[in-house]
């Protein structure tokens, strides 16, 4: 019978084993360069680990898992100042407010880990389920109990591998799906992209490109994000206060680490009105794959200029011209989105109470405090 799977904790980023790069040489986001992002500017209430998993002393898989303290947080987002916000604040803070996941909270996607070619993905979860437990114990002798474990973000196929007995009291559940954006082979311009719209979608193009005349794009370097550092965290936050729900604000230095650590992998594009930075997108090269970040804007030129559809625009002209294969546009703005061109993919976690009884309703109180939203997608090529 093959031996199981052993992990190792990792708290640091220059403690971690060799082969953890060429393992992360396919995924950026667990790659060492980004977990420095992580160790030196993630969220106020988030701390990380990575976990190496080993096949006897040869290690065959990486990991990343974030902590969230939702308590440290002043509000979880502005949606529905009402009873039912309250009450679902009052259960978040009570029975849900700290949270362990098996992944990365920040992004949308499979970025939990990473398997060596052969490796037995059963053995893996099964060490990854342990590590977990582990963490669990670290922080309870700390003071922190944790209330719930998440494993995310995994495709329908992806999702099978969790098929196994020790997962079977996990509440597997979906929540908005990740917007992606398939550039096809055809599309070497973005004239291309745009004359692949029916009519209407042409006509929306033109007509955002015409209403942003007056304002200006450029590409920051490290030495301007810094300098411009106030002003785009409080557009970013303008942004993130008005999300349905936050889990985490980012650090007011965050988009400086990113530059610091990803160098070119990592694209900051100011957007000027007089001079004045008005709004910020962000951009992260992984693999093939074009990953969009946070941005932020000032809601009356967003409104003026449509600046946010003009944002995707560009960002896809940018991802053309560079011939990568994919827009991961992720969640939120699903509408809007799909008008652009991005498709839904349905995304999978796996959830458990550390409280055996509450454990039994937490599909219950996950379908309460986030319900599906409504939405109609677009189809706008020919």
């Known amino acids: ?41 993630a ?33 979880f987002g502005n949606r529905d100042q009402c009873l039912k916000t309250m009450v679902r604040d009052f259960v978040f803070r009570n029975f849900a407010s700290h949270v362990l996941f098996v992944g990365n909270n920040m992004l949308t996607g499979q ?22 437990a ?7 002798a700390k003071g922190t109990k944790v209330h719930l474990t998440t494993y995310k973000d995994f495709d329908a196929a992806q999702a099978t591998a969790f098929d196994i007995p020790e997962f079977a009291n996990n509440y597997r559940f979906s929540t908005q799906p990740n917007m992606v954006l398939d550039i096809r082979d055809s599309w070497k311009t973005e004239q ?14 033109k007509r955002a490109r ?27 936050l303008h942004v993130a206060r008005h999300a349905p729900f936050n889990s985490f604000y980012l650090s007011r230095h965050h988009f400086r680490t990113l530059k610091e650590k990803l160098k070119e992998a990592f694209r900051f594009y100011g957007y000027f009105q007089d001079n004045q930075l008005v709004g910020f997108s962000t951009l992260i090269k992984n693999g093939k794959s074009m990953e969009t970040y946070f941005l932020g804007y000032d809601e009356s030129v967003q409104r003026e200029k449509m600046l946010y559809l003009n944002m995707l625009y560009d960002m896809i002209a940018y991802s053309i011209k560079k011939g990568f294969s994919e827009i991961i546009f992720a969640r939120t703005a699903l509408e809007i989105k799909s008008s652009v061109g991005a498709q839904p993919t349905e995304m999978f976690g796996f959830i458990e109470h550390q409280n055996k009884l509450l454990n039994k309703v937490t599909g219950k109180i996950f379908d309460y405090v986030e319900p599906k939203t409504v939405w109609q997608q677009r189809h706008p090529f020919k």
Not at 4 to 19: I, W
Not at 52 to 71: H, M, P, R, Y
């Open 43 to 75: 969220p106020e209430n988030m701390s990380c680990h990575f976990i190496g998993i080993f096949d006897s002393d040869a290690l065959c898989g990486i990991a990343v898992t974030q902590f969230l303290n939702l308590n440290k947080l002043d509000s």
């Open 192 to 205: 291309d992209y745009v004359d692949a719209f029916q009519k209407k979608y042409r006509d929306q193009y």
């Open 111 to 132: 970025h939990a880990f990473v398997l060596a070619k052969g490796t037995d993905t059963t053995a893996a979860l099964l060490a990854l389920r342990l590590a977990a």
């Open 210 to 236: 015409k209403k942003s005349e007056g304002i200006e794009k450029r590409k920051l370097n490290l030495g301007e994000i810094i300098a411009l550092e106030d002003t785009i965290y409080n557009l970013y």
């Open 1 to 41: 019978m093959k031996p199981a799977c052993s992990f190792r904790l990792y708290e640091t980023v220059s403690a971690l084993p060799n082969g953890w790069e060429a393992l992360a040489a396919d995924n950026i986001f667990l790659s060492a360069p980004y977990l420095e992002v992580l160790e030196q500017s």
């Open 134 to 140: 582990e963490l669990r114990k670290k922080l309870a």
